[in-house]
């Protein structure tokens, strides 16, 4: 009577374990989607993320990052640079024009929250698999930036109060 054949080892121990692909090509990692034993050959990285080319496909491994990423990244940019080009001119100027940085704070924060808003639900659909897992480090650059725009849009605001309220500040 044959014996059965042993178990499937859990974990990797390099050398014991064979490619899914390659019977014969010892296994360097698992795809971290399906759990395939996957040689050097078969290993697809995205980011850090080790995948087999089924997966990595199924990701959409090939295609940039979707658009509403994209716009994330934009939107929380433009919104972080509109408080600093208003710093810039106000030190230029030696003043702080107080209609147009009220305008150009309030342009910020609504883009700070479209790029936040834009970039949290990217990241839903990327973790859902709708959307194309390149899009992930786009989304949280959006994040970062719309972070960094709130953070600003505070710091503007209190400058243009403390000019405002503070008359001496004026020089
Ligand atoms: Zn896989
Ligand atoms: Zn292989």
């Known amino acids: 009577m044959a014996s ?3 178990p499937p080892s859990s974990g990797l ?8 692909n390659h019977p014969d090509v010892a296994a360097v990692d698992t795809c971290s989607r399906c759990g395939t034993f996957l040689c050097g050959d078969c290993v697809e990285y995205l980011g850090e993320t080790v995948l087999c080319d089924a997966c990595y496909q199924r990701l959409g491994g090939d295609q940039p990052g979707s658009r509403s990423a994209r716009t994330a990244v934009i939107l929380g940019g433009i919104g972080a640079a509109l408080p600093l080009l208003l710093a810039a ?11 147009e940085s009220a305008f ?7 883009m700070g929250f479209a790029g936040f808003g834009l970039a949290r639900s990217e990241l839903r659909r990327i973790q859902a ?3 194309p897992i390149r899009g992930q480090r786009l989304a949280r650059a959006g994040l970062i930036l719309s972070a960094v ?11 243009v109060a403390a000019f ?8």
């Open 149 to 159: 725009n709130f953070g600003l849009f505070f710091l503007g605001l209190a400058a």
């Open 104 to 110: 150009a704070l309030l342009i910020s924060l609504g």
């Open 129 to 131: 698999g709708r959307a």
């Open 164 to 171: 405002f309220f503070f008359p001496l500040l004026r020089g």
């Open 4 to 6: 059965p054949p042993p």
């Open 13 to 20: 121990r390099p050398g014991s374990t064979r490619c899914g």
């Open 89 to 99: 001119y106000s030190l230029a100027v030696r003043g702080i024009p107080i209609v």
